[in-house]
């Protein structure tokens, strides 16, 4: 690229700062963030969130980190990677995506792009965050500066398919632009990209990414509402139907996380907005977020059936990161199934060995265990770290504890049920 490339990054979180370090590795980068502490973090070469490697970090030579708004303004591309949570109702939440095209805006130059890679509805960066740019700027969208739009596709704790290594989808606010934010990524995403017609379809594609998964498990969690019923096994269902070349593999569970329990609220907000009520996306996110409730009522009796007193009875919990061998706990569901025990009276211990139990006091008010103790009426595998495959589970629990199995983890004989 011949042009002179200073990059700003707003937001140094599970997305923002692996794109900042790869992009420091050839180009200069400002990696900015509103969190003090997280600043100093980085700059003393370690990131809690583990998406980096402190190699890496090292490996970025021209990242510098900032939370003054001064450091910024000498880029000419801003890449904002806020995040975009939905409300207690289930709506969109722009506060974050705003706040970032207004610190932007305040910076902006003649000639600059903006790329944002936060998950929004198609049509959010036109209709949000563009008005906000030409407010806090004085400039013309299309004529003074412009925009792009890359979803980020990054999948918290997987160490294979890591930023260079997943296909980028890209796109600008007129062609010349969507040139050169696609040139922009080719030069550090290995995987290649894949140029979109416009801002729109490129949010588009994103958010029925998640949507699509979010309704497959959805599928497969009301599978586990029938065979159990039925009185078969889910997991062995699945061994079976998964024999075929064309099943799509997918497993019961909890579904959280900053994406795949959010994004369908996005798109479903502007279906009703241009008069459509979508039903099948709906649906599916009804029976995902009950999963937590049924899985603790399913516990409990299962308690019954061997005689516990549920009230005052001591549970187990192995997990709460929203995902297995990872430290994000962003909207973890397993505090659903903690919440549905407490609604029993039940007294719970919640172990895990991947998250933060400052973070996790602060984001869901609970206190969690050093390490797990023994005889307990029930235990509960919430999450599948690798750490709780060689963990003797059975003798955390009393002789007659009923023991839970929500991810298919451990032998079907260690257990009472398997979701």
Not at 171 to 189: F, M, R
Not at 230 to 235: E, S
Request: hydrophobic letters at 40%; charged letters at 25%.
């Amino acid at each position: 690229m011949s042009e002179s490339i200073n990059i700003g990054v707003i937001g140094l979180g599970y997305v923002g700062l692996p794109l900042a370090v790869e992009f420091g590795k050839k180009f200069t980068v400002m990696g900015f963030d509103i969190n003090q502490h997280r600043i100093q973090e980085l700059e003393n070469g370690h990131d809690r969130t583990l998406e980096t490697s402190d190699e890496d970090l090292k490996a970025a030579i021209h990242l510098k980190y900032t939370s003054s708004l001064d450091d910024i303004r000498s880029c000419n591309y801003y890449i904002v990677t806020v995040p975009t949570p939905i409300d207690k109702h289930k709506r969109p939440d722009l506060t974050p995506l705003i706040k970032a095209s207004e610190t932007v805006g305040k910076v902006l130059g003649k000639g600059d792009i903006v790329i944002y890679e936060s998950t929004v509805y198609p049509g959010a960066t036109e209709e949000e965050c563009v008005p906000v740019l030409e407010k806090f700027s004085g400039l013309k969208f299309n004529q003074d500066f412009y925009c792009g739009y890359s979803p980020e596709r990054i999948n918290p704790g997987d160490k294979v398919h890591t930023v260079t290594k997943i296909l980028k989808v890209t796109s600008g606010s007129t062609p010349e632009i969507a040139v050169k934010v696609d040139n922009l990524y080719k030069s550090i995403i290995t995987a290649g990209t894949y140029m979109a017609s416009s801002l729109k379809v490129a949010e588009a594609a994103k958010v029925i990414e998640n949507s699509q998964r979010d309704i497959n498990i959805a599928f497969v969690n009301e599978l586990a509402l029938i065979f159990n019923k039925i009185g078969i096994d889910t997991h062995e269902v699945l061994a079976a139907a998964g024999t075929k070349w064309n099943f799509l593999k997918f497993f019961p569970g909890l579904v959280g996380g900053h994406c795949i329990g959010v994004d369908p609220y996005y798109l479903t907000h502007k279906a009703q907005e241009v008069g459509y009520n979508p039903e099948i996306i709906l649906a599916g996110r009804r029976l995902n977020d009950n999963m937590g409730f049924y899985v603790a009522n399913r516990v409990i009796k299962r308690m019954i059936q061997k005689g516990h007193t549920i009230a005052g009875s001591t549970v187990l919990v192995l997990g709460i990161t929203f995902k297995e061998n990872c430290p994000d706990i962003r909207n973890s569901r397993v505090v659903d199934v903690v919440a549905e025990f407490k609604e029993y009276s039940c007294e719970v211990d919640v172990f895990d060995p991947w998250a933060d139990p400052e973070e996790v006091k602060h984001e869901y008010g609970l206190a969690m265990i050093d390490k797990p103790g023994s005889n307990y009426d029930a235990v509960v595998l919430a999450v599948a770290h690798n750490e709780f495959k060689t963990m003797d589970i059975k003798a955390m629990g009393s002789a007659n504890a009923v023991v839970y199995d929500l991810k298919g983890l451990l032998d079907k004989s260690m257990v009472d049920e398997r979701l």
